[in-house]
Each structure stands twice: as C-alpha cells, then as structure tokens.
C-alpha cells in the first residue's frame, strides 16, 4: 500500500505491505535512527516514534494505521546539522554513550518539553518510562532536562555535569562532552546495519532444540532446492579447526574446545546450520527442510550435576596441549570419543573434561587454619549468583563482503584485532586478507569481547563470496550468546571482636556452561578482584570450573568480581553481626591503604605465578568515609508504616585497570597539512567515551584546541594493534598508548621545528593553540610545521607513534552504600537510596565517568533484584523477552541515587586516571544484601534477591 | 493478513462471525507485539467507529472501549482507583495505544484493569449479532470466546477503592493484582487465574508457577494483600 503521512513536517508517502511493522518501513524509507532492540517486544523504545503527538513504538504499528496521520522521527529534531537543545543538553549531561536509542530519548523529552515546559522529575521519570537505558543509568537524563530548561530561560547552560579536576590541565579532567556525542544523539548512520546496502544476503541459524545431543547427520538436500538459498552449512561441510570465541590475548587462558559447528550440540540453541540466502523469508523456509538427527544424551545444568560421579560427560574429545602437556596424556586420552571435538589448552588450566572440569586454581597466603584458630567468631556460609545477560540494546551483528580479494567484516565487536585472528583462523587465511571496521557498538558490556557472529559471518562470506548480513534475534542474545558464569561460592570468615579478620577462605565453583570461555579467568576474578582487599594474613582460595549444557558464557562487565563481592562483603556482614559489631567498622580496620604490599596476588596470576606489588594510589578509605556520611551511616531509619523496615548495607570494592603483563596498546598520531591532529587508535570505543580520551590527552600534550582532533579507532586497516575494550583497560592501556604517540610527535614537531626555524631543539618549547615558541620569542604555528615538513623538498609527514605495555597496576577502589525498604508483609523491595563513591584516579571525561557509574550500579541492581535467566528442565530457556527476563527501568532507579569521584591521582594512568566502569558492577549486590539483612534479619545467599525468598526466609508460607 | 475496516458495530460483528479465523483490533499493542497471544487471519480495525474518550451520562462514568489507557490515567472524572490500574502499564508508549477495551478482553491473568474494573462492578455496553446489549463486566468477562464488540464501560461516579500490583518491576507481569472497591474485591493471579466477589474469593484460584513466583508465594500475597 501507499500510506500517505507527514512525516516531521513533511508530505510523504510510506510503501509496503499494509500489515508491515511501520518501524521496518521507515527504516527502509531512510529514517534509520528508528532501530529496533526488542524485535517488537514493545520494551525497550528504540523504535519510539511520535504519531500524531503521542509517543508509540513503531515496531507495535502497521503501515496502514499511519495512513493519514502525522509521524515524527528523531530526524525531525534536526535543523540541517544542528542538533536542538534536548540534544545538547544530554551529552553536556554525559548520557549519550553507546546511544543506540539515544535519539529517541531525545524525542521523548522533546515532546515531554513541548507539552510541560516545567516538567517534574515524576514527569520525566514517565516520558522516558518506555526506552531502557543500560549504560549511563536515569539520573543524568533529569539533569538534561534542567539544562534545557536554563538554556530557555537564560540562553546558555552554566551547570556542569560533573565537578573539573587538575585545574593546571585544559582538557583533561573537564566535562567537554563526547566528541561523537553530535553524531550519536543525532541518529547518524554509525551501526552495523547502516552500513548493509541493498541486496545483502542474509544468514539463518538453525540451532538444537535439545541441550546435549551428538548430531548423527544433517540432510540439506531440499533446502538447497529453495531458490535464493546460496548455501548451508553444517558440521558436515565446515572444517573442524579448534578455536575458542573468547576475545582473549593470544596464548589464551581458555581452552579451544569448539570448532565452527560442532557435531555435538552442547546447549539448546547451539549452531547445527547456517543457511545463507537472499532474504530471511527464504532462509527460514530452507530451515523448515533441513533434516536432523540427533542422538540425545543427558544433559546436566549444575555444578552440583556436573561433579557428581558418573555425570554425563559435556566434553569427551582428545585433549591437546600446546606447552605443559602432562606426562600421562595419551593415557588420558585413551577413552575420548571421536565423534567429540579436541580439547587443545595453550597452557594447562589444570581441567579435567573427565570430571567435567574446565579449568581450577588455587592459591593463598599465611596460614589458614592457625586465622580460624584466632578468630573469636567464625562464618562459614554459601552464596550463590545467577545466570544474568548483558542485554546490549544492539544484539549481536556483522556484515561481510569481499573487496579487492579481502574479506571486509564491518563489527559491533570490543575486539576487532581478535575478531581479525579468530576469523582469519577459522577461515584458513592470513590476517592480512582480513580486515575488520569496528563500528560504533550499541552497548558491549563484556558479551561483544567474544566472538560469537564474526567467525561465522566470515567464514560463510569467504567460502560464498556473497554479502551476508546477521543480526541476533532478542531471544538468540538469551540463549546463544554469552552471559554471566553463574557460581556457587562458599566463605569461610574468621574475626575478633575488636574487628580484626584472621583468615578467608573462599571455595568458588563456576558454572562455563557448553563452553569454556574465561572458564578460568572470570571465577579468577571472584578472588583476584576481592582478596586484595583486604589486609588479612591468612587467605586461601579454590577453584574449580566446571562444564554444564546451560546457554553459553563469558564475559560480562565486572567479570568474575561482582560474584565475588557479593559473597566476601556478605560474609563480612554476617561475621559482624555474629560477633556483635558494625561492619563498617570491621571493614575500615580490614582494607589495604597505599604501599601495602599485595602478596596475595602471587597466587592470583591466573595461570602462571602473579607479581607482587605494592598498592598504589588508592581512595578506598576516603570513600568509605564519604558514602557513610552521606548515608549517615549508624542512624536507623524507621517507616511510618510498620509493614516496611528500612535497612542500610554497604560494600567496598575494587577492580583493575587492565591486565599488566598481558594487554598491549598502540597509537598513532599524525600532524595533518593544515596542522590539524588525526589519532589512530587501535582501541575500541564502545561508547564509552574512550575516543574521547585520545582526542584530550593529544590535545592536552600537542596543546591545540580539542576540535581540531579527530579520532578514528579500532580499524585493523589504518590503526595499529590493541588487545581490546575489555578488563577496565581504555583509559589505562589505550589512553597512555595515545598518550605516548602524542609525545612522540611534540617531540617530531620540535625536532622539524627546530630545523625549519634554526633554532636548538632546547629552545623550542609547544604553546596553545598549536605553536612552537623558540625563546626568542619567534613563533612557527603547527600548519607552517606541516606545510613545509611535506613539501616537495619537506622531510615528510611528522607522525606520532606509541605503545603501552606495563607491569604496573593502577586499581580503582571505591565504595557502594544502599539503603532499603522492605514489606514484610508482601516482600516488596525499595532502594531508597543508593551512593556509588569512587576512585578513578583523574577522572579524564568526569560527566561520561559519573554516568557510567550509574549505569553500572544499574545493571547490578537489576542483577540483585529482578533480572534472571531461568531454564526449563531440559534446558530451554524460558525468559527470552527483556519483560520476562527482568531488567531495570527508569521506575527502578533508586529514589535518592549519587554518584561521586574521590580525586585522587593516580602515578601510572594517562594524567592520573584510572578506569572507571566495571568496578561499579561490585557494589549493589552486597550492600543491598545486607542492607535487607539489616531491615528483616533476613540474609539472603542467591541472586536473584526476591519478595519470594525474603518471606520465606521470614516463615511467611 | 487482510485487514478490514468496517463503518459501523454492526458490520464489525458480522464480519467477527463470518470470518472464522479473525480478530478486532484498535491499538494493536498486543497483536503486533512479540510472542502475542492472538493468532489470526483477518484483522477487523474498529478505530473509525467513534469509540474513544470519556464522558458523564448521569452518576455514570462511560469509557470508550477505544480509549488508550493514558486518556484513562490523566482523566478528571474517572475514579483513581481506575486511574492507577491504567496507569500501571509498563510505559508511556503502551499507554498511548493500549485501550481499556483491548487489555479487558484479552482475559489476561496479570492484566492492569481487570481486577479494577470488577472490582468497580463495571457495566459493558456491547453490539453482538443481536444488536446492542448491556451486561456486567463480570458477566462479559466469564464468557470467554464470545465474540461481541466492546463499545464501552460504564461505572458509577465517585466509585472509590484501591489498586494493588505486586511485580519484581516496573515492567515485569505482576504476580498478583488485585483492586476492592466498595466490599467487591477481584484478584488476577499470574498464569493461575481471576477471581471477583468477596475478600476470600482469591481461593477459587488454582495457583501455579510461573516465572513471577511459585503458587504458594501467590498464594499467600493474595491472602494478604487487603
């Protein structure tokens, strides 16, 4: 049909079939910042539109009922270029991060300002109460809103979205807003999908109904007769190459224990065929044709299930090792089933696939037994989290094609060098016939640091030479992706009563899944992130990972710390109300404070003996103190209502800054002819601001002004390598990579300097905005510089190049507080208040830092309280739609929420800073736990943390 | 799927009986959304037959079976009890477009409106094959499969009572809701059922599990919600 409509403004006409999702016809049409995060779930507002002056989502409209009415897309809030002031205001505000629905968020307070010049925050709270936020949380969007409102009153916005740090830097420190910040809010064509032209092929996933299950044969016969098919392929016609998806530094701590499909099933959902044809109507009707057979085995969920003797085994084929192989080996091979894929180890993890287990550790300090023997009071409790998602708002995505004889994969990926390796593994070809384009990621979170879409996407375009587009439906992010190893970990905590803790031990037993990806490295992570901690002699932990047939795991923001926290600082909790004193108190006289030396981490070295090192800059004493007083710590607060009871927790938490030792960063900084900055970034911006960093430490070093920098990064073509956006390891290992490449070029423009003017490079010295000043006051600007270095008889273009490499930790430390409301009578749950305190070290984007920080407090409430992946009994998972799996929205926000940075300076990190994001994933758990110990005497042990479990631990039924 | 228009409540319901695998639609949230319940061929689109809005005829408060659940949250005149089951849908967006009449007749068991609207001892005007017709809600809702229009519902003016909606969230389903009003109570119980009529009408429920809690957590709010 034709539907006539005006779309912002306009007469236009919309074509397509009149029952077609409206979203999906104005996409086509060319208003592409209407996306789609919820495959019309009617969720998560991606797809917001305004039809005749009410705010709907597109994707719950047919074409024909916009016949004759008036739409309104984020388009229309642009004049030519320029951006409105909503738009302005939120990345002044800092939440236009990884901004996949960004533009619609726009839209909805533009109405919202448009109808209610003077909204108030319950208003806000309802115009935004349909578009779900992951990475920068709520609270930012109400300031937005009053930065509109004081430009409209004043004309100008003087309120800063976060306080400056180091007053003697320009850039650095400052709320700049993100230098892309225009272009995402806008709606711009950034993604993946704006990037697939028409008549793009398309892949379909046929995937196990069954949970384990060898794979006796597939018949693709008649569904190569479907005409469109191009080709299927199946564990029959791919190569069984070992690999693992992990997106991991190479030798990789995570065993290869899969090849491209498998002809074992290990997960409900697991590939079993590909079939890549013209459009998705044909590759689903192939589907349908595609026969077959599977011989079904048990299947186990738990690690309970799993270490049980004689458990079915999840992997049985032939154990490899690349270097440390044991002498017994081929022993031990004796009874692998060919019909299994090898299990290769690039070094041992100490796994045993005979018992289900993928990797283990152990490791500690001081005596164990002789700190229980002081303690006057001992905990010994388990605690367990749950399977949780990352629910990126773009789902898992690639585009390929061939250009030149070279395989071109355009990514949503935190990892395009280790997309590049994996792929070009997979597909039996060297890297240089790949080339992988980082775009911009609409939210990562950790799941976009595997590969999970790259390797078959690139294998099916190098073998059909076709362009294939993919994208993850909603549900195959549940349950054919990564998520969160769920663990079950037990504490054993000693104290006295003056708050001394004499021993920790932690017995962690993780959950990998179908596969072992970070299978040692995240349940490290629950020690390695928690021990250090604490200034304790004696602790000891063990691990032990083990194989199961849920859906896939791997990395998830925070990785194995938050799991981690939520058992120690429980533990911590519980050991203090045994003995009878405040657990604020035991915690100050318990943590680490700078210069202490951290022995524990030698035997947290994740695979091979850890470094010692002393703690370094560190603010965890400073914001335990701010977060109790601004909690008022101590003071008991009581509801008018004796059905509630209010109860305050609170957690201390630290992280990393990437892995010294492991992760490596590279730069290039390039004088352009006109004297402009161009960086090339290896690392990967996934929205979090990280080319932000680069524009201002190269700006702060080259003294030019911010906007005459430009970044681009994460191209495996024009930028040099980088492990990746993952650890906590932008701002520390890629910042200070771009760092050094912009001191290698004021050192470059000294030099050229110094020859063009005749002067000695000692009397040559860079001033804002892009000059080079020679003591006797002669001046040559950055453009002259280029000019000449470039001319036909110049000595070429000055070009900044650097890497980072460290044995240096820089931690970031902080501190959670809650305060919590609970029905007693019905189990309802309320944070009342939740302040995130923490050391960034200098804080490099300060408003992108703050809101990071509540974006991640946010997931981690929504892990604490709502969120949960729940399996069938045969291992089906059941909660596929954002509804029904659970995440928080703005109504979940806490009523009274803050944020704040403790300034410290960090001695390492690029100016001083330290990461910021992932430690905000540590705190909720535990302080909401004990702040509802606190109100009901109730200590709940397993995520999720529900009204159910609360009555019933209260005898209710 | 074809879809069509018709100009009045009666050829509506004609074409609601003549074409067996068919279903009305207005807003359309629950059709076009994911993993709908709604299955069908042929859609009837009653959105020209004037039934939105609300208005006052006498003591009674008459709400267009059309009318989006946001004009029922922002009303002047509706009671507040309806107010706040309308305006517990999960968004603004689905407030827009979601109609009292669409979530009432999909008979779920963790609507918004059902428990408040017989609580409320709504009344419901409806064309059927015979022409127009009032019955209770209750009534209207207990025959399930019936194939009549929902033109509006009636409920007396000044009617006071109060909402009840235990969730995990904002957006989850609710395990249990429940609204009284005026000595009537009605509970929906998540994937177990409706009950209407005294305080302790809650135990005609066949409880079950379901991903909002087990049946003995259900159980026992609905024991203890009023």
């Known amino acids: 049909m034709e539907a006539k409509v005006t779309i912002n403004g306009k007469p236009a006409v919309l074509r397509g079939r009149e029952d077609e999702r409206l979203r999906d016809v104005l996409y086509r049409e060319g208003y592409t910042s209407v996306r789609d995060s919820d495959d019309a779930e009617g969720f998560a507002g991606s797809d917001t539109i305004v039809l005749d002056g009410r705010l709907v989502y597109s994707n719950l409209l047919m074409l024909y009922q916009a016949d004759g009415r008036s739409i309104r897309t984020p388009e229309g809030l642009l004049r030519g270029r320029a951006i409105n002031d909503v738009q302005e205001a939120m990345i002044r505000a800092g939440v236009v991060q990884s901004a996949y629905n960004a533009p619609e968020a726009a839209l909805a307070l533009t109405v919202l300002l448009e109808k209610n010049p003077d909204p108030s925050r319950d208003d806000i709270k309802d115009a935004l109460s349909g578009i779900f936020i992951r990475d920068a949380g709520y609270e930012h969007y109400y300031m937005a809103v009053d930065m509109v409102k004081e430009k409209r009153k004043n004309g100008s916005i003087s309120t800063e979205a976060a306080p400056s740090f180091r007053d003697n830097l320009m850039y650095v420190g400052k709320p700049t807003g993100k230098i892309d910040g225009e272009a995402l809010v806008s709606g711009d064509r950034l993604f993946v999908e704006d990037k697939v032209p028409p008549h793009t092929y398309t892949m379909h996933v046929l995937r196990s109904p069954f949970a384990h299950a060898y794979v006796k044969s597939v018949d693709i016969s008649e569904a190569l007769k479907v005409d469109g098919v191009v080709d299927i392929f199946t564990a029959f016609n791919t190569p069984a190459i070992p690999y693992m998806q992990a997106g991991q530094g190479f030798p990789e701590p995570s065993p290869y224990d899969r090849v491209l499909i498998n002809r074992k099933v290990r997960h409900v959902g697991d590939r079993v065929a590909a079939i890549v044809a013209a459009d998705e109507e044909t590759a689903l009707k192939a589907a349908e044709l595609v026969k077959v057979e599977y011989d079904p085995i048990e299947p186990v969920f738990t690690v309970e299930e799993a270490m049980a003797d004689g458990a079915p085994l999840v992997h049985n084929g032939k154990v490899e090792y690349v270097s440390g192989a044991p002498d017994d080996l081929d022993e031990y091979n004796r009874s692998a089933d060919e019909r299994e894929e090898k299990v290769i180890y690039q070094f041992p993890l100490h796994g045993d696939i005979h018992r289900n287990i993928a990797a283990s550790a152990h490791g500690g300090i001081g005596d164990i037994e002789k700190g229980f023997a002081e303690a006057d009071a001992i905990v010994d409790e388990t605690y367990q989290t749950s399977q949780v998602q990352c629910t990126p708002l773009e789902p898992h995505v690639c585009y390929g094609h061939i250009e030149g004889g070279r395989l071109v994969l355009s990514c949503s990926t935190q990892v395009p060098y280790h997309v590049r390796r994996i792929v070009a593994k997979v597909c039996e070809i060297p890297e240089n016939k790949v080339h992988v384009i980082k775009e911009r990621v609409g939210g990562g979170y950790g799941s976009k640091q595997d590969i999970l879409v790259e390797d078959l996407i690139g294998y099916a375009v190098w073998k059909t030479g076709k362009p294939i587009y993919y994208r993850n439906t909603r549900a195959e992010e549940f349950y054919a992706n990564s998520t969160r190893h769920p663990m079950r970990m037990r504490v054993k905590m000693g104290g006295k009563k003056d708050g001394t803790i004499t021993a920790i031990y932690m017995d962690v037993r993780a959950n990998t899944g179908p596969y072992g990806n970070h299978c040692l490295t995240v349940p490290m992570n629950a020690s390695s992130k928690t021990l250090p901690i604490f200034r304790v002699d004696n602790m000891y932990y063990d691990l032990i990972t083990y194989y199961t047939n849920i859906p896939p795991t791997g990395a998830y923001q925070g990785y194995g710390a938050p799991k981690g926290y939520f058992a120690i600082i429980s533990a911590l909790g519980e050991l203090a109300m045994k003995l009878g004193i405040d657990p604020l108190m035991m915690a100050e006289k318990n943590i680490v404070e700078e210069g202490y030396m951290l022995e524990i981490l030698k035997g947290l070295g994740e695979g091979r003996e850890g470094a010692v090192v002393p703690v370094g800059s560190c603010g965890l004493r400073e914001a335990l103190e701010r977060g109790a007083k601004l909690i008022d710590w101590g003071k008991k607060d009581e509801s008018p209502d004796p059905d509630w009871k209010i109860g305050k927790g609170f957690a201390m938490i630290q992280q990393g800054s990437g892995l010294p030792g492991l992760d490596h960063s590279n730069a290039q900084v390039k004088l352009l002819t006109d004297g402009t900055i161009l960086v090339l970034s290896g690392g990967a911006d996934l929205g979090t601001g990280l080319d932000t960093i680069s524009a201002k430490v190269a700006a702060e070093v080259l003294k030019v002004p911010l906007d005459i920098v430009s970044v681009v990064s994460g191209d495996t073509d024009s930028c040099m390598f980088d492990t990746g956006a993952y650890a906590s390891s932008g701002t520390y290992f890629s910042g200070n990579a771009s760092l050094n490449a912009a001191k290698d070029l004021s050192r470059k423009i000294i030099h050229e300097a110094a020859l063009q003017m005749g002067e000695k490079e000692e009397d040559l010295s860079i001033e804002y905005p892009g000059e080079v000043v020679s003591k006797s006051g002669r001046r040559l600007s950055y453009w002259k510089i280029s000019h000449d270095a470039t001319a036909g008889d110049g000595r070429g273009q000055l070009i900044g190049t650097g890497s980072f490499t460290t044995p240096n930790f820089a931690i970031p430390y902080g501190a959670h507080f809650a305060e919590v409301a609970v029905n007693v009578k019905t189990g309802e749950i309320k944070v009342l208040k939740f302040y995130a305190i923490q050391d960034a070290g200098t804080p490099i984007n300060p408003e992108l830092a703050l809101c990071q920080m509540y974006g991640a407090a946010m997931k981690s409430i929504g892990h604490t309280l709502y969120e949960d992946m729940v399996l069938d009994k045969n291992g089906k998972c059941l909660t596929t739609t954002f509804t029904d799996y659970g995440v928080p929205m703005i109504e979940e926000a806490p009523l009274d929420f803050r944020a704040e940075l403790v300034d410290i300076n960090d001695q390492y990190g690029p100016f001083g800073a330290k990461s910021i994001s992932e430690i905000a994933c540590n705190g909720a758990a535990p302080a909401i736990a004990m702040a509802i110990a606190d109100a009901t005497g109730v200590w709940v042990r397993s995520w999720p943390i529900t009204g159910e479990k609360i009555l019933r631990g209260l005898g209710k039924f | ?226």
Not at chain 2, 114 to 120: D, K, N, Q, W
């Open chain 2, 1 to 226: 799927m074809r879809i069509y228009h018709p100009a009045s409540a009666e050829e509506a319901v004609r074409l609601r009986h003549e074409l067996e695998s068919s279903q009305y639609i207005a807003g359309g949230t629950e059709i076009m959304r994911l993993g709908s319940s709604i299955s069908c061929d042929s859609l009837i689109d009653v959105t020209a037959l004037s039934l939105s809005g609300i208005r006052m005829e006498g003591d009674e408060i008459i709400i267009g079976a059309l009318t989006p659940l946001e004009d029922i949250r922002i009303s002047d005149i509706v009671p507040a009890f309806i107010r706040e089951a309308a305006a517990s849908a999960a968004s603004l967006q689905l407030r827009n477009r979601a109609t009292i009449g669409g979530n009432f007749a999909l008979r779920r068991a963790d609507s918004y409106m059902i428990p408040a609207l017989l609580a409320a001892e709504a009344e419901v005007d409806i064309m059927c094959t015979e022409g127009p017709k009032r019955k209770t809600a209750a009534t209207y809702f207990g025959k399930t499969g019936c194939r009549a229009l929902l033109l509006a519902f009636r409920i007396r003016a000044g009617r006071t009572g109060e909402n009840r909606r235990i969730a995990r969230s904002s957006h989850a389903h609710a395990a249990v809701t429940g609204a009284v009003s005026e000595g009537t109570y009605a509970y929906a119980v998540s994937g177990s059922g409706v009950a209407w009529g005294g305080k302790e009408s809650w135990k005609d429920i066949a409880f079950a599990d379901d991903l909002t809690g087990s049946a003995d957590y259900k159980r026992y709010l609905a024991s203890v919600l009023f």
